[in-house]
């Protein structure tokens, strides 16, 4: 067996890293297929206080207050991740754990420095319409 030179070694171990960070760069985005059209839910859905991820789709609905119907594009500005939950008054992003005001979409804390993209949120009845 010939022993590898270091030409080669350095090839092999840089191929290697790459593949490592394109891993872990694929673990970021969401593998969720999302749609960015109009689309509705019923209010009742939405937990007063906090909202709800919009699963399928590009939005993410918030009540903060009663009857007040808030919507926000899921596209977190710090890395582009859709954020995934709404805990109590805060979105959160998981990839890299930023979180926004449910009131606004303000940045609260985490790597984003940005607020979350404003969507439209119409109540209709019993439903809330959301589009961009």
């Known amino acids: ?10 090839k092999t171990g840089g191929l290697a890293a790459a593949g490592i960070g394109a891993a872990s760069v694929a673990g970021c985005s969401s593998p969720e297929k999302i749609s960015g059209g109009a689309t509705s839910v019923a209010a009742a859905d939405i937990p007063l206080g906090s909202g709800k991820v919009l699963e399928g789709t590009n939005y993410v609905v918030t009540q903060p207050t009663q009857g007040k119907f808030c919507a926000f594009v899921r596209t977190c500005p710090h890395a582009g991740c859709a954020v995934q939950k709404v805990q109590e008054a805060e979105i959160i992003c998981t990839c890299h754990d930023s979180r926004f005001s449910i009131a606004d979409g303000s940045y609260l804390s985490g790597p984003a420095k940005a607020p979350l993209g404003a969507a439209n949120a119409t109540l209709s009845g ?4 959301i589009t961009a």
């Open 126 to 129: 019993d439903t809330v319409n």
């Open 1 to 10: 067996m010939t022993p590898a030179s270091r030409r080669t070694l350095l």
